[in-house]
């Protein structure tokens, strides 16, 4: 008895959360998460909430892709389900420029691995039947490397991230989906942190596929609810022609929860996990917000609001290397160039959580997800402004706020 340990109840602090991602989520997804009642998954309404909520992701994505619904858990759970179409042997070319497309690269080879490629390297199977082509952090993935890659390889599946959260930077995918319909290749797109953030449709890209997106970043739930996916026809042949290896990830079977089978609408509830009615009431109410704002709207404010944020940092000596608009990626002046964790470190002590790179080289991220407004850019900038000042920065917090003052009203002006 003597060892058992019942800690105090937990308790997390608000924290401005300003790094690449999680946004903080709406207080109206949070209301319709705690109010939801007790209901199992198949009570009426948590069924009914399931097929809207599909019917509205259909609009998100801007598809009219029957299999488009939600996966249980975070982006790379999003990410399983889109991949499980892989087998092993199968040929891939995967593009990466950055952390995350960087590990979708290394389940993409997990998955295509046989059992020699695994136990070779069970954490990082290096199957020769996928071709890694590795674009330099804060680059973007241009025609110029898809072309030839596809054109040379001629692979089955190949694979892109629409924005690499990682390095800041947007792929190109028009260039990616026109060389995969150009080579007969299925284009598979991590699409996590540009749905909900960019105007664009899915079906104006059929190169590609398959999508996978996440809970946390433009969708803005992150009371752990679900990753959007979409699939098209061609990859649901794939999978109902060869299967996959997964229950939970199985894009057929999983659909089936969202009243979608056999390629159509179908009333929704037959059992084989159990939902959440809570998950279920907050990422309807995310995808409300979503809607109501408008696409296009969103996508404008997202511009107007990181140009703001890139023109302040770029006054205080910063150097920005990205060009998402949810998301900025800089290097420190020169004089602080090897300090980006710790000045990262002090302003996580104080709940302002920026982000440096997970991979090399160190830079620093400051998200603006659900901060769209003047006066939580003007926050942001202080905060950091104040950060790089402890650290010796010598910027001049007036002046920069008065330039951020002058961003606002000149283009309110010119509206
Ligand atoms: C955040 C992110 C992921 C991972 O999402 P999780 O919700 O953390 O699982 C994958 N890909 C990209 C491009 C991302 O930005």
């Not at 072309?147 to 629409?162: G, N, S, V």
């Not at 190109?172 to 996590?192: I, M, P, Q, T």
């Not at 042949?237 to 939970?248: L, Q, T």
């Not at 929860?257 to 009333?267: C, F, M, R, T, Y």
Request: include cysteine; charge should be negative.
């Amino acid at each position: 008895m003597s060892n058992i340990r019942i800690f105090p109840r937990l308790e997390i602090p608000e924290t401005l959360a300003a790094g690449p991602g999680p946004g903080n989520t709406d207080a109206r997804v949070l209301a319709s998460f705690a109010n939801a009642g007790l209901a199992d998954h198949m009570q009426a309404d948590v069924l009914r909430g399931m097929v809207e909520c599909k019917e509205m992701l259909r609009t998100v994505w801007g598809t009219r892709n029957v299999y488009t619904f939600g996966v249980g858990g975070t982006g790379f759970s999003g990410l399983d389900c889109l991949f499980s179409a892989i087998l092993p042997g199968d040929e891939v070319v995967a593009f990466t420029n950055g952390t995350f497309s960087g590990l979708d690269g290394l389940t993409i080879r997990m998955k295509a691995a046989s059992r020699e490629d695994l136990s070779a390297n069970p954490l990082d199977p290096r199957p020769a039947n996928v071709t890694m082509v590795v674009v330099p952090h804060g680059q973007s993935v241009t025609a110029e490397v898809i072309d030839p890659a596809l054109a040379d390889r001629k692979p089955k599946w190949a694979f892109m991230a629409h924005w690499e959260t990682g390095s800041g930077r947007i792929n190109d995918l028009r260039a990616f989906s026109d060389a995969c319909e150009r080579h007969g290749v299925l284009g598979l797109v991590d699409a996590v942190s540009s749905l909900g953030i960019e105007d664009f449709d899915i079906d104006d890209f059929p190169g590609v596929v398959g999508w996978a997106s996440c809970p946390q970043k433009g969708v803005l739930c992150l009371p752990l609810t679900y990753a959007p996916v979409s699939f098209t026809d061609r990859y649901i042949d794939e999978v109902k022609a060869n299967g996959c290896y997964s229950y939970v990830h199985h894009p057929l079977l999983e659909a089936r929860h969202w009243g979608i089978a056999d390629g159509k609408d179908v009333p929704a509830g037959s059992y084989h996990r159990t939902h959440s009615g809570y998950a279920v009431a907050a990422f309807h109410e995310a995808l409300r917000i979503n809607l109501q704002h408008g696409k296009a709207q969103k996508a404008r404010d997202y511009a107007h609001h990181e140009r703001a944020l890139r023109e302040a940092v770029s006054a205080m000596g910063c150097e920005v290397t990205s060009n998402m608009t949810s998301l900025v990626v800089l290097n420190l002046p020169p004089s602080l160039a090897g300090r980006e964790k710790e000045l990262v470190q002090a302003c996580r002590a104080r709940n302002f959580g920026i982000w440096p790179t997970l991979s090399e080289p160190v830079q620093v991220r400051i998200g603006i997800l659900n901060q769209l407004s003047e006066a939580a850019i003007t926050e942001i900038v202080t905060r950091f402004a104040a950060a790089m000042n402890e650290v010796g920065a010598g910027i001049n917090l007036a002046s920069v706020t008065e330039g951020l003052r002058g961003y606002y009203k000149k283009l309110m002006a010119a509206e």
